[in-house]
């Protein structure tokens, strides 16, 4: 079992920052992937960005150039930095893990990001 925790939602806005944390705990080996989804109010959880165990990442065409994904291996933990931040950013958003053979999805329990003036 892989044990995510979120942290750093809120409320900001527009033009604003916000650092979302995910700390994982628990069976980290095998551990292929790590990312962020978001789900918007009436919407569909998306994917928003992804961080392979090599390194590679990969973005959403709607947040490309203002997120960056990254990950602290010591503390087992992976960062999105979102900035220029717009209402249509506003959602829960998820930490992902993507472990084992087969692969099989972890999910934490979200945080709240609102952008709103």
């Known amino acids: 079992q892989v044990q995510l925790v979120e942290s750093g939602g809120g409320l900001v806005q527009p033009g604003g920052s916000l650092r979302l944390s995910c700390a994982a705990s628990?069976?980290?080996?095998?551990?292929?992937?790590m990312g962020w989804y978001r789900q918007g109010p009436g919407k569909q959880r998306v994917l928003v960005a992804r961080?392979?165990?090599?390194?590679?990442?990969n973005y959403a065409d709607s947040v490309k150039g203002r997120f960056t994904i990254s990950r602290d291996n010591a503390k087992n933990t992976v960062y999105l930095q979102m900035n220029s931040l717009k209402p249509e950013d506003t959602a829960v958003y998820y930490c992902?893990?993507?472990?084992?053979?087969?692969?099989?999805?972890?999910w934490g329990k979200g945080t709240l990001v609102t952008v709103s003036s």
């Open positions: 961080i392979t165990s090599g390194g590679s990442t």
């Open positions: 992902n893990a993507l472990r084992g053979s087969p692969p099989r999805d972890y």
């Open positions: 628990g069976s980290i080996f095998s551990i292929h992937a």
